[in-house]
């Protein structure tokens, strides 16, 4: 069963505007999660991450938001870029523990 | 810069076929991992290394085996390749010793099919 949920498979914003990536969770013990940029036959890349102790962590025009209690987070992309245009994974893991990885949202961004 | 290598972007084999799936990273980091990535199921762990000739299986290690000889290889082995084995398959590496919450520096994939 999926631990990790993405729900929206893809996001079409406009060039400038705002992007929210969501991530749902199941598992409580989940204490660190990332947030993974994939470009087309690339491998996935580090973008951002948070762990438990946080609500929000924010690296340039991206910021993450964790809320523990409806076992959610989501990535803000501000304002979003043409090449920002990618496939987005987040992943969660417990203390010590292998990740889990959501199934991954197509973002384009419209110039 | 990390780097993480894999011997093949693109492979094609027939079922019953021993495949063999490498990869090499440079940053002598301790722990390894083969995902495979499908749609609509994400990144799906297969296998992990945290040091050479160690292995521990992951979520789907059925069909799979792996081997750990040098701390900057790890290979992916299917013994006897089937079509539901036809799939991305990602090699990543992290530098911390028997913790796996770090970063993860992936490879840029190959993408198996088997006919």
């Known amino acids: 069963d999926q631990q990790v949920k993405q729900n929206s498979p893809s996001l079409s914003v406009q060039e400038g505007r705002i992007s929210i990536l969501n991530c749902d969770y199941t598992?409580?013990?989940?204490?660190?999660f990332l947030w993974y940029k994939k470009y087309p036959a690339e491998g996935p890349t580090f973008l951002i991450s948070?762990?438990?102790?946080?609500d929000k962590n924010e690296d340039g025009r991206f910021t993450v938001f964790l809320n523990k209690s409806a076992k959610h987070l989501s990535l803000h992309i501000v304002p979003s870029q043409p090449g920002d245009s990618a496939v987005y994974f987040c992943a969660a893991s417990e203390p010590g523990n292998q990740f889990y990885f959501g199934t991954g949202t197509s973002l384009t961004v419209i110039p | 810069d990390v780097k993480v290598t894999q011997s093949s972007r693109y492979l094609v084999k027939r079922t019953g076929e021993k495949v063999f799936l490498e990869c090499v990273q440079d940053?002598?980091?301790?722990?390894m991992f083969w995902y495979r990535q499908d749609p609509g199921l994400g990144l799906r762990l297969i296998y992990f290394?945290?040091?050479?000739?160690?292995?521990e299986k992951g979520d789907i290690p059925e069909g799979y085996s792996v081997s750990r000889e040098k701390k900057e290889r790890f290979s992916l082995i299917l013994e006897s390749a089937s079509t539901n084995q036809t799939s991305m398959y990602l090699c990543?590496?992290?530098?911390?010793?028997?913790?796996?919450?770090?970063?993860?520096?992936f490879g840029p994939g190959t993408r198996l099919t088997v006919l």
């Open positions: 598992n409580s013990m989940f204490d660190y």
């Open positions: 990543a590496s992290s530098p911390l010793r028997q913790t796996f919450t770090d970063t993860q520096y």
């Open positions: 290394s945290y040091d050479v000739k160690m292995k």
């Open positions: 948070i762990s438990s102790i946080k």
């Open positions: 940053m002598d980091h301790e722990n």
